[in-house]
């Protein structure tokens, strides 16, 4: 059940724990404030009362849970209204690598307490409804960065991208022909031999995702000034394809290569890693002599 939970999270409905943690820039009402923050919690609800309160100015004890809380993914409310997204859909949450925060609208809805009133004092015509239970529309309680980590979601792309960063990806080295001394007017040619994909299984959160890596741009770092950027890790000779030209003097060539990644989670579909990262290989250092021409007699 709990690898269905991503999708889950667009219509995700949950009731919240009192909490005594206040979130910054909070919509309050009359009497009471209830803050969204995005704490140790999925999604936690804290409540001040009014000025001259006494009973709730330690925000340690509400009576009831006032309010019940959903999470919506902006882009999929977008999609439903105008088949698109907005650019205000997306923003990006700073996350520590085990933690899952996403961007969210959060809205509420009212929820019966003890005393058969709601927190705005509505009263039910006829019989009350047992408390908790909700009424009313749902409000739209704003957007904001919520931590789900405790619902236990799938790694999100960005989190497995924040993983992808710290794997141990090949340093490509750089080999140049002819091995050794070059020669003016002879052009050198690079290639690297290293591995351009590699497969990765890490555990995050109890999760089993493997990732692909794969080199797919490599800069060569001539040395003299002059950087060459490929899609190929190139060959060497006859099947060569990156050569440079060279004028005599010493020379320190290196490789960046950029990788990519697609990942799974649990043998599922595959899906590419946003963003990419790159490795700089090993130098390597050689000299390009100039040729001089010089004429002897055939029968010394």
């Known amino acids: ?3 269905a939970l991503l999708v889950l999270l667009a219509v995700l409905v949950m009731p919240l724990p009192t909490s005594t943690a206040h979130a910054a820039g909070s919509d309050c009402e009359e009497r009471f404030c209830s803050d969204v923050s995005y704490g140790e919690g999925a999604l936690e609800a804290s409540f001040l009362g009014g000025e001259g309160d006494a009973s709730y100015a330690d925000r340690s004890s509400p009576p009831a849970n006032p309010y019940r809380y959903r999470l919506l993914v902006p882009c999929v409310v977008s999609d439903a209204q105008i088949e698109a997204c907005r650019p205000s859909d997306f923003r990006d949450c700073n996350a520590a690598p085990d933690r899952v925060v996403n961007y969210y609208i959060v809205e509420r809805q009212r929820l ?37 980590t ?3 979601p799938p790694p999100s792309p960005a989190e497995v991208f924040r993983y992808f960063q710290t794997l141990p990806l090949p340093q490509l080295p750089t080999q140049q022909q002819p091995p050794g001394d070059g020669l003016v007017g002879l052009p050198v040619i690079f290639f690297t031999d290293g591995p351009t994909t590699q497969t990765f299984t890490l555990d995050i959160r109890g999760f089993t995702v493997d990732i692909t890596a794969t080199a797919t741009s490599f800069t ?17 000779y006859p099947d060569h394809t ?13 490789l960046t290569t950029t990788w990519t990644a697609t990942f799974t989670i649990d043998g599922g579909l595959t899906v590419p890693v946003p963003g990419s990262t790159t490795t700089d290989g090993p130098p390597v250092t050689f000299d390009v002599l100039q040729a001089r ?6 029968f010394d």
């Open 1 to 3: 059940m709990r690898r």
């Open 112 to 148: 019966m307490l003890p005393d058969n009133t709601t927190i705005d004092g509505f009263v039910p015509i006829g019989p009350p409804p047992p408390p908790g239970t909700p009424v009313g529309e749902w409000e739209n309680f704003g957007r904001r960065c919520v931590d789900v």
């Open 150 to 152: 405790a619902l236990d």
């Open 220 to 236: 060569w770092h001539t040395g003299d000034g002059t950087d060459l950027t490929t899609t190929g890790p190139g060959a060497p």
């Open 242 to 254: 990156i050569t440079h030209d060279y004028a005599s003097g010493s020379y320190t060539a290196s």
């Open 293 to 298: 021409p010089v004429l002897t007699n055939p």
